[in-house]
């Protein structure tokens, strides 16, 4: 972990912009949005024009605005469940590392059955099995996603407890509490905080697909991946509308992993550029 | 090394075995009373007891869950609750459907990505290495759909080169099936291509970075031999492992792929399933997709441990 | 000077540049005659590795060569293509590292490996390559020399793969050869073995070599010529001998006395024969199932200096584990200032904990780098003795002032300090809680000669000031002397010797102990000449 100044690159000052544009809509995007949600307003699929600078949908609303609506869901929904997976898969990891022996025999074991199955596979048995709705899509993948989290923090903490400074910290007699947080999570925040990154865009993408299917979000509330689905049939008419929606989730995805990529980059080293 | 391969398999059995506890009991105990679950607002006592006595809910769960996973060991998968077949017979033919888009795609895919992520190794900090980088960046961020459509868009609707659904039938001609199936194996190989790059890329650094790969250079190899006799070997066990975890993310993308272009595989059978709560459906699927998945898995892993060569040439013992 | 014919390699104002930059070398100038081995000395920093590597026309981690000219048999090198440059390594020019294992391709044959560079070279056909390649075994006295090739690296020993790394280097035939620390991964024993065979093999062959060490002793019983290196710069070249006998620069003085004062005894001991503070009772322990330590016993005194040596394998470092707590008996007693002792550090009490402190080897890692030193040293101070605010403030500065850095340093963190000063940091620490004993495991071994000195005169001056006990861990015999006043051998998990460390090293009793004794490098020249003779007769 070299120095905390970074140079900033072209790419990261991309990513950089494009989250705090996704962050000024995910905080206050039905107060930018010029219409109301379920305003009918022409005919539907109209193309793009100055009042309705995206056009208009599948129903003849405005596609800006619901974007704008739908902001919340689609992003809130991902940072809840990322939230729910890291506070759930850091604490028991760590536990794990530290602990050793039965404990984490018995943890890693489980995340390893569950993680024998695709998480797409996993979460769809669920939503067979309780139905979809927000608390179930928010707990579910946190929950499995967790299991991610759990193999990094667990990994990590290993290795910064096997370290040194962490034996003599322990042969001083120093309790849990102290080797968690004054040992363990300070030099294991760097790489937890790029996964906070990959992770999160890994669960965007999930739920938008998860809504794409008909399976994540459900009508009346409606997010980007739903939006897609929505006006999925225009593509065939020649029409752009479902790709708006669709290119928002790109570019928040693109924003965050340009950053995570900035953040992870120059751990290796290079060698024999001059041979 | 035998040894080796006996426990993986043995692993293997084991992980197949949880699995089939898991989907038994996320289908079957998640819910409570399934039966309800099932039927949801629609739900007559009548009705009730009828979904109760088809799905034999009156026995207690671990007798069920037995003579489910005995009949599911003959091959005998239940029978659809929306339409009163045998899964297996509606199963089967999907999952080979399925399989043939996969493999498709990953014939397409894997070498590219390989072959691409090897050369930004060996060319690093290259032009070409950091245009790689940044194109790989953006495709892992587009979702399935989006390049899905753009490309209907471009290539069917504008221009009319390939067929926006991908419609295919029995007794179909081999190169229609091509025709047909041509636009969703591009949007998977585009999803794939980036990951296994990257992380191919990542693999020969780290083989790169080793001091024999220098010790090579000043033995006067050139760069193309020092890569192809001495990194590529050594990377190709992490390089297999790179491609057995990105099969996960093949069957992700192929699911939404399949929701794009309507293709008749086991993707789109199982979020129909999930949509209309038909549980056995959902436990085949469930079970056939985590089956191959662990299946792939761990060929990956046989191979990479056939590749290991202080597994292959064990130490001879020293006098 | 040498006739220009006679030159093999020749380097004319040599400066090499980091990619940030920073000068790695500057102003080097140096003539290889054919069979001559020149000695490049120094600390790390020193920049003697990039040298070796520039001789090769090749730049490590993008380092570049800036400036000067290097002449290999004729051939310029900076100013010539790559394909030039690939054509002389391996052939005309060829490298030796330090490790290794590290070095040879773990997926190919020996063989494979070592005939590589002639076969692709061009300078020999295959079959010829192989036959050359058995005269070397043989000359490196290899076991089995006919098979040898077709192992794997993974299933030799470590002086062996040693042995065949050079094999491979001289198996094109070079003119040169660059031997970066070739034996300082090797135990002591095998050192010399590895030493002699690659002296008489350069020898035989008329091979010229620069030869890379840290180790005075090392390469005077190698190098015609010795150079002398500080952070890229030469301080002084000439013949070993007078180099040795009479070093004109101060640096290359100090280096040399201090490698001499680590062969003279340590002085009488001053505060020895307190209470029995340590003793171990006839102590079994090992890892699942292995028995690492077997039946060792011995007992330490207050104000005492114990060392316990050592090859790799003895073990010394389990030793050391154990009595921190860290690994239980499996059988026998161990007893503290006259109590029975815990055997895991998680049973112990807070006053035994205290009373046993430990120093680590690598300072790098025993070090949190998200703590400043401040924190660092302060903990102890509060955890086992409650002390805050100014109390802890004017501690604190006392300790910084006890391992000699100034009240500043506080605020820094460990990554802005360098070796020999985290050293210190990890002393301080083990200082704050005022313990009985300090656990010392080869806390000198990851330092260069001066900075390890430096640590040592601290360790002995707190022993002095505060009375300090120390278990000593070292596979360093120079150490030893210096420090101790009483010496443990292990061999293979069992103690081989325990006498005062004068009478130790005067009349040493055990078969071990003098093999291990006698394989220390001294700083004549003739010295390995003499221990060969001694050992073949």
Redesign the interface.
């Known amino acids: 972990m070299a120095g905390t100044t970074r140079k900033f690159t072209l790419t990261s000052w991309i990513g950089l912009a494009l989250i705090a544009a996704n962050l000024v809509i995910f905080l206050a995007g039905p107060l930018l949005a010029p219409y109301g949600l379920e305003e009918t307003l022409g005919t539907p699929f109209a193309a793009p024009s100055a009042e309705h600078p995206l056009g208009l949908d599948q129903n003849g609303r405005d596609m800006l605005s619901r974007m704008l609506y739908g902001a919340q869901l689609s992003i809130g929904v991902s940072l809840l469940a990322v939230g729910l997976s890291f506070s759930i898969g850091v604490p028991l990891g760590v536990l794990a590392a530290i602990r050793g022996g039965v404990t984490d025999i018995a943890m890693s074991r489980t995340v390893d059955a569950i993680m024998s199955v695709p998480v797409l596979i996993s979460a769809l048995v669920v939503l067979q099995a309780l139905g979809s709705s927000l608390p179930v899509l928010i707990i579910t993948i946190g929950l499995l996603d967790s299991t991610r989290v759990f193999r990094l923090a667990r990994i990590l903490a290993q290795g910064i407890n096997a370290m040194e400074y962490a034996e003599v910290a322990r042969l001083r007699g120093e309790g849990l509490v102290w080797m968690i947080r004054k040992e363990i999570l300070p030099n294991a925040m760097p790489p937890l905080v790029a996964e906070f990154g990959l992770r999160f865009c890994f669960t965007f993408l999930f739920v938008a697909g998860l809504s794409y299917l008909g399976l994540g979000v459900q009508p009346p509330f409606a997010d980007w991946g739903g939006m897609v689905r929505d006006n999925q049939q225009g593509i065939l008419y020649g029409l752009y509308a479902p790709l708006f929606p669709a290119a928002a989730i790109a570019l928040l995805t693109i924003g965050v992993n340009l950053v995570v990529d900035w953040l992870l980059a120059g751990r290796t080293t290079v060698q024999g550029e001059n041979r | 090394m035998t040894r080796v391969v006996l426990v993986r398999l043995g692993w293997g059995l084991l992980t197949l075995w949880i699995v089939s506890v898991l989907v038994f009991a996320g289908t079957e105990i998640l819910p409570g009373d399934v039966a309800a679950a099932i039927l949801g607002q629609n739900a007559t006592p009548e009705s009730l007891a009828a979904l109760r006595e088809t799905l034999g809910l009156d026995v207690p769960a671990v007798q069920r869950y037995f003579s489910w996973l005995a009949n599911f060991v003959r091959g005998d998968l239940g029978q659809s609750l929306t339409n009163r077949q045998p899964v297996a017979d509606l199963l089967w033919p999907r999952f080979w459907n399925t399989m043939a888009l996969a493999a498709y795609a990953a014939a397409v895919s894997l070498p590219l990505a390989v072959t691409l992520g090897i050369l930004s190794a060996v060319w690093r900090g290259s032009v070409f290495d950091r245009a790689a980088n940044v194109v790989a960046l953006a495709t892992v961020s587009l979702p399935e759909y989006f390049l899905g459509l753009l490309l209907i868009l471009l290539l069917s609707v504008h221009t009319g080169l390939l067929p926006s659904l991908a419609d295919t039938y029995d007794g179909m001609g081999f190169l229609a099936w091509l025709k047909a199936t041509t636009l969703p194996m591009i949007v998977l190989t585009l999803v794939t291509v980036a990951q296994v790059m990257r992380m191919t890329r990542t693999a020969v650094l780290a083989v790169m970075d080793q001091p024999y790969i220098e010790m090579n250079y000043l033995k006067g190899l050139p760069n193309s031999r020092v890569v192809l006799r001495h990194a590529v070997p050594n990377a190709a066990a992490p390089i297999i492992n790179v491609v057995a975890f990105n099969i996960a993310y093949l069957i992700t993308g192929v699911v939404l792929v399949e929701a794009v272009f309507n293709y008749n595989g086991l993707g789109r059978f199982m979020v129909d399933a999930v949509s209309k709560r038909d549980l056995p459906m959902v436990q085949g699927a469930a079970m056939v997709f985590a089956a191959a998945y662990i299946l792939l898995n761990m060929m990956a892993d046989i191979g990479a441990i056939a590749l290991n060569p202080r597994l292959r040439h064990p130490r001879i013992s020293e006098s | 000077m040498t006739e220009v014919a006679d030159r093999v390699l020749s380097i004319r104002d040599l400066r090499v540049v980091a ?1 940030n930059g920073a000068v790695l070398v500057d102003g080097i100038s140096l003539d290889l005659k054919r069979g001559e081995v020149l000695g490049l000395i120094g600390e790390s920093g020193a920049g003697k590795s990039t040298i070796g ?1 520039a001789a ?1 026309g ?8 800036a400036g000067g000219q290097i002449t290999l048999t004729g051939t310029e090198l900076t100013q010539s293509g ?1 394909s030039v ?7 005309r020019i ?2 030796v ?1 330090q ?1 290794a294992a ?7 044959r020996l063989d494979r490996q070592i005939i ?2 002639p076969v ?2 061009g300078v020999m056909t295959a079959p010829e390559a192989r036959a050359w390649m058995l005269e070397l075994f043989r000359a490196l006295q290899l076991p089995n020399p006919e098979s040898f090739g077709l ?2 690296p ?2 030799v ?1 470590g002086g062996q793969l040693q042995r065949a790394m050079m094999a ?1 280097a001289m198996a094109a035939k070079p003119d040169v050869l660059v031997l970066d620390e070739p034996t300082t991964a090797l135990d002591v024993t095998t050192q010399i073995e590895v030493l002699a065979l690659l002296r008489d093999t350069m020898r035989r062959y008329g091979t010229s070599a620069l030869y890379i060490t840290h180790d005075l002793a090392v390469v005077a019983q190698i190098a015609d010529r010795l150079m002398v290196l500080r952070h890229g710069k030469e301080v002084e070249t000439g013949a070993t001998g007078e180099v040795l006998q009479a070093p004109k620069a101060d640096y290359t003085r100090r280096l040399v006395a201090e490698r001499e004062g680590s062969l003279r005894p340590a002085r009488g001991s001053q505060k020895a024969g307190g209470e029995v503070l340590l003793a171990l009772d006839r102590v079994s322990a090992g890892y699942s199932g292995l028995t690492i330590l077997n039946d060792v016993s011995l007992s330490l005194r207050r104000g005492e200096t114990l060392a316990v040596v050592g090859e790799s394998g003895s073990g010394k470092s389990t030793l050391a584990r154990l009595v ?3 690994l239980s008996p499996a059988a026998g007693r161990v007893t503290f200032a006259g109590r029975a002792l815990e055997g895991s ?1 998680r049973k112990r009490g ?1 006053a035994d ?1 205290k009373a046993i402190q ?1 120093i ?1 080897q ?1 300072p790098d ?7 400043s030193v401040g924190e660092t040293i302060a ?2 101070l509060t ?2 003795r409650g002390l805050k605010g100014t109390a802890l403030r004017d501690e604190l500065r006392q300790l910084l002032a006890l391992i000699g850095l100034p009240d500043d340093f506080a605020d820094r963190l460990p990554g802005a300090l360098s070796g020999g000063q985290k050293q210190r940091v990890c002393i301080a ?1 083990a200082l704050a ?1 005022q313990p009985d004993l300090l656990i010392c495991d080869e806390v000198t071994s990851a330092l260069d000669p001066l900075i390890a000195e430096d640590i040592l005169n601290l360790l002995r001056k707190l022993q002095d000031e505060l009375g300090m006990t120390y278990l000593f861990i070292t596979h360093d015999l120079s150490v030893v002397r210096r420090l101790a006043e009483r010496t443990v051998v292990m061999q293979k998990g069992r103690i081989v010797e325990d006498r005062p460390t004068a009478d130790l090293f005067q009349t040493p009793q055990a078969a071990y102990t003098r093999t291990l004794l006698e394989s220390v490098p001294e700083l004549r020249q003739d010295w390995l000449d003499d221990i060969m003779a001694r050992r073949a007769r």
Not at chain 3, 365 to 371: M, T
């Open positions: 990619p590597l090769m090749y730049g490590r981690g993008g380092c570049r060569i790559k440059r690939e054509a002389m390594r391996g052939a060829a490298y590292a490790s590290a070095a040879f391709d773990p997926s190919m590589e560079a692709q070279h192992r794997y993974h299933q020993s491979m921190a707590g860290l550090y807070i904990l430990m680590y690598l890692v025993a070090l949190n780098p998200r703590q903990r102890p955890f086992y620490r809680a």
